[in-house]
């Protein structure tokens, strides 16, 4: 009942390896882009109850085990990151 009167906000966190093949980390993609999907439908079913559903799905973070299985700065430095709209790793 709460949330029929009152709505709610749903923040899901995810990844953006699910947005495209990666060697050796199709865990980790499979499972982010099963929360994505589960995002898209929870948004479809529960937005008309006045409950906002997303994904906040950030890129590599330097200084991340992630980061430095993506190559590292030497990885940074050779274009790896050029998809990124600042060119660049977060921090």
């Known amino acids: 009942r709460v949330v029929q009167d009152h709505g709610g906000n749903i923040v899901n966190i995810s990844a953006t390896l699910g947005y495209r093949g990666q060697g050796l980390q199709v865990h980790a993609g499979s499972a982010k882009a099963a929360n ?3 995002t898209k439908h929870l948004a479809v079913e529960w937005g008309p109850s006045g409950v906002r559903v997303n994904t906040l799905a950030p890129g590599p973070v330097s ?3 992630g980061y430095r299985r993506l190559g ?3 990885g940074e430095a050779a274009g790896v990151f ?4 600042l060119q ?3 921090n």
């Open 36 to 38: 994505d999907a589960m």
């Open 63 to 65: 200084g991340t085990e």
């Open 72 to 74: 590292g700065p030497q």
């Open 82 to 85: 050029c998809s990124i709209p």
């Open 88 to 90: 660049r790793a977060g």
